[in-house]
């Protein structure tokens, strides 16, 4: 059974930093892409970063140059490392995964900043 657990949220003043993680477990984490996705209230669920198997790494407009999606293969693990943060991050963050044919979630980690 597939499962991601995400953890690393927490509250910030604006131009702070957080750590976000994602353990995955039940896939074979190494050849699978992972991605970043946060949902804002009243907001659709939009994605943030992604990561291929082999590193490869693509970010939204609004985080490119602020976030950096990394993966330790060796911990089954993601991470987004979240700098310069705004209040129009606050948003509840999720990490994806796709596993034969199967998207997978996790329950998703708060993440509040403010001014």
């Known amino acids: 059974q597939v499962r991601l657990v995400e953890s690393g949220g927490g509250s910030v003043q604006a131009g702070g930093s957080l750590r976000l993680s994602c353990a995955a477990s039940?896939?074979?984490?190494?050849?699978?892409?992972m991605r970043w996705y946060r949902q804002a209230p009243g907001k659709q669920r939009e994605l943030v970063a992604a990561?291929?198997?082999?590193?490869?790494?693509n970010y939204s407009d609004s985080v490119a140059g602020r976030f950096t999606i990394s993966r330790n293969h060796a911990r089954n693990t993601a991470y987004l490392q979240m700098n310069s943060l705004t209040p129009e991050d606050t948003a509840k963050y999720y990490c994806?995964?796709?596993?034969?044919?199967?998207?997978?979630w996790g329950r998703g980690t708060q993440v509040t900043v403010s001014s």
């Open positions: 994806n995964a796709d596993w034969k044919a199967t998207s997978y």
């Open positions: 039940g896939m074979i984490f190494s050849i699978s892409g």
């Open positions: 990561v291929t198997s082999g590193g490869s790494t």
